[in-house]
């Protein structure tokens, strides 16, 4: 059973405008909500985060919204550009022990800029 | 840059053959990660450390074993490779600031192939 989905394997924007991936996740004991960007042949990298007493964090170009009703998160990216075209992957974090963050991925979304 | 380097980065080894691969670190933190990405399924968590000689089991965990050492050094070591562990694996670490935050940042990551 997936705990965060992203439901949109891809995602094609104008370069300029405004992208919005979106998270569901069904585990109500996250309490952490992370954004990676991921280019091929390299690893995750970390974009942006919200703690599930906040409803947004933004950071620059990027936004993150957390609605904790609906189990709900997005990233909203303005202006998009070129280079933000990557796989995005949406991670949340559960307990595990010693204090250390197990995360729990989705499977990620294809945002492709076009010019 | 966090510091993480992977070795090897890239491996091709048969079936029913044990693998290791390395991951180090230069930052002293305390937390480990070891991921797999496949396509369709995002990244998941096979074990985890949260300090020297200190391991647990993440969510794929069935066929690997880890080892910690040293603080700078995670083993995640397959001890009778199967075609069903070709995969990409990540090396992940996170630390404690003053604000809790709970970012993981990861290395280039190890592509595995299993014949």
């Known amino acids: 059973d997936q705990q965060v989905k992203q439901n949109s394997p891809s995602l094609s924007v104008q370069e300029g405008r405004i992208s919005i991936l979106n998270c569901d996740y069904t585990n109500s004991m996250f309490d952490y909500f992370l954004w990676y960007k991921k280019y091929p042949a390299e690893g995750p990298t970390f974009l942006i985060s919200i703690s599930s007493i906040k409803d947004k964090n933004e950071d620059g170009r990027f936004t993150v919204f957390l609605n904790k009703s609906a189990k709900h998160l997005s990233l909203h990216i303005v202006p998009s550009q070129p280079g933000d075209s990557a796989v995005y992957f949406c991670a949340a974090r559960g307990l595990t022990r010693g204090g250390a963050d197990g995360l729990t991925f989705g499977k990620g979304t294809h945002l492709i800029i076009q010019p | 840059d966090a510091g993480i380097t992977q070795s090897p980065r890239h491996k091709v080894t048969e079936t029913g053959t044990p693998v290791t691969l390395r991951c180090h670190q230069t930052e002293n933190h305390r937390y480990m990660y070891w991921y797999r990405q496949d396509p369709g399924h995002g990244l998941r968590l096979i074990h985890y450390?949260?300090?020297?000689?200190?391991?647990d089991k993440g969510e794929v965990s069935d066929g690997y074993s880890v080892s910690r050492s040293k603080t700078e050094d995670f083993l995640l070591t397959l001890e009778s490779a199967t075609s069903s562990q070709t995969s990409v694996y990540f090396c992940a670490i996170s630390e404690r600031g003053l604000f809790a935050a709970y970012e993981q940042y990861f290395g280039p990551g190890t592509r595995l192939t299993v014949t």
């Open positions: 450390s949260y300090g020297v000689k200190d391991t």
